[in-house]
């Protein structure tokens, strides 16, 4: 005799759309349920289905709550060789199949720019002339909108070379852009020049809000290190403060706000070389990351200066899973971001 199987009977369907509807008509329910969404493309089609769904995933307050449960993903590595012309590598990350299409525009934006800058999806890209008599051009570029440029006004010229007495030495400048945060102006940024011998550094402030740039801020100090070392420094703008690693044993620091140089020591144990690296953290201080051949040791400053470990990290066991194609480097390569 064949043994019958006893189906399952579901609930009716007028009480399944009734218990369906008890939850999605929820709205602290429906909010919980958004929330858990884990792609922002998820997010954008979850909007489509009503008008009070759209209301829900718009809100500012949701939006916020949604980021910090779902920060950005990286999308890619820039690697930029250490010396001058070197090639500059974008090794792309693999993407879930509800990203990997805008991580593709995304990437493809990186190798098509010099990148100054970048800040929550903005870069802020240099422009050479073909006219080499011509000065390059600045502009703000949205990741997942590279056709809709934001033309920047010209920097102004540099006076930090006239507070460095040119000796013997050689001496050296530079010009560096960084994105700000300033509200709803996107294009606000920091102009910073940079100038230095072997003996001194002096540094020009301006800033640029609404198209129209601060009057400048001069100021120098000492800094006794070889030129190329200063070149090659590692360097951060944290808030209102840009952090500069030095040969020295300590970090050199320059407030805008006061147009003034200051000097922070290493955390104890901790030595100058170029495998320190700075980082920028979600409130306030700074984090200074060592690396010692797979692993990470991280440090966190406080606004009075007072350092405290935080983690070593294993970087085998933290960077495993993002699966990034196999990439041979020759020694003088560094990760930007």
Request: proline letters at 7%; charged letters at 20%.
């Amino acid at each position: 005799m064949a043994s019958s199987k006893r189906k399952r009977s579901g609930p009716p369907p007028a009480a399944a759309a009734v218990s369906v509807a008890s939850v999605l008509g929820n709205d602290v329910l429906l909010t919980e349920i958004l929330l858990r969404l884990d792609l922002p493309t998820w997010l954008v089609r979850a909007a489509l289905v009503c008008r009070r769904w759209l209301r829900r995933a718009s809100d500012q307050a949701f939006l916020r709550r949604f980021r910090g449960l779902h920060p950005p993903r990286v999308l890619a590595l820039r690697v930029v060789g250490l010396w001058f012309g070197s090639e500059v590598r974008i090794l792309p990350i693999p993407q879930p199949p509800g990203l990997a299409a805008a991580a593709r525009r995304a990437v493809w934006n990186l190798r098509r720019s010099d990148v100054c800058h970048c800040r929550n999806g903005r870069l802020l890209v240099e422009m050479e002339d073909p006219d080499p008599t011509m000065s390059a051009t600045y502009a703000i570029r949205r990741l997942l909108h590279p056709t809709r440029d934001v033309p920047l006004p010209q920097p102004p010229p540099s006076r930090s070379s006239s507070l460095v007495p040119h000796d013997s030495g050689g001496i050296a400048s530079g010009r560096r852009l960084f994105l700000l945060e300033d509200g709803h102006d996107s294009t606000a940024c920091l102009c910073l020049n940079l100038t230095y011998n072997e003996a001194v550094i002096g540094a020009d402030i301006s800033i640029l809000k609404s198209g129209v740039s601060s009057a400048e801020r001069s100021t120098v100090t000492e800094l006794p290190q070889f030129l190329l070392d200063t070149m090659r420094a590692d360097n951060l703008l944290v808030g209102n403060k840009f952090y500069m690693m030095t040969t020295l044993g300590y970090i050199l620091g320059l407030d805008l706000t006061t147009a003034s140089f200051f000097t922070l020591q290493l955390p104890d144990g901790v030595r100058s070389s170029s495998s320190l690296k700075f980082s920028r953290p979600q409130h306030s201080g700074l984090y200074l990351i060592a690396a010692k051949r797979l692993q990470l040791c991280v440090w966190h400053c406080d606004d009075l200066g007072h350092w405290a470990w935080v983690h070593t990290i294993s970087v085998r066991k933290a960077c495993g899973h993002l699966n990034v194609r196999r990439w041979v480097p020759n020694g003088h390569r560094k990760l930007l971001f």
